[in-house]
Nanobody, 125 residues
Framework: QVQLVESGGGLVQPGGSLRLSCVVSGSGRFFSAYAMGWYRQAPGKQRALVATTTGGGSTNYADSVKGRFTISRDNAKNTLYLQMNNLKPEDTAVYYC?????????????????WGQGTQVTVSS
């Protein structure tokens, strides 16, 4: 069974940076062909997709994070990353990763995996 384990969250001041990691265990032989994405869920809000990357490396971002967040992957290590710079209080949320199918253009992901525990990101002075 595929397991998703997010890490790297924490408390950071506005303008600070964090790098999140998502380790995918139990992935199949062709897992690298799947798109992957980061979601976040703020208190009282629904989980929202913020970034995706295809197996070929194409990336898409929500407007709210463009220019500040960078999604990347290391297929050899079955690991997904989210580099977050210039963090803002509105970025505060629990961040989750998942994988599935996505178009090369446009922010969309039809996730396949079950949800992991997520990692908390808190941006506050």
């Amino acid at each position: 069974q595929v397991q998703l384990v997010e890490s790297g969250g924490g408390l950071v001041q506005p303008g600070g940076s964090l790098r999140l990691s998502c380790v995918v265990s139990g992935s199949g032989r062709f897992f690298s062909a799947y798109a992957m994405g980061w979601y976040r869920q703020a208190p009282g809000k629904q989980r929202a997709l913020v970034a995706t990357t295809t197996g070929g490396g194409s990336t898409n971002y929500a407007d709210s994070v463009k220019g500040r967040f960078t999604i990347s992957r290391d297929n050899a290590k079955n690991t997904l990353y989210l580099q977050m710079n210039n963090l803002k209080p509105e970025d505060t949320a629990v961040y989750y990763c998942n994988y599935g199918v996505a178009p090369q253009e446009g922010l969309s992901l039809r996730n396949i995996g079950s949800w992991g525990q997520g990692t908390q990101v808190t941006v506050s002075s």
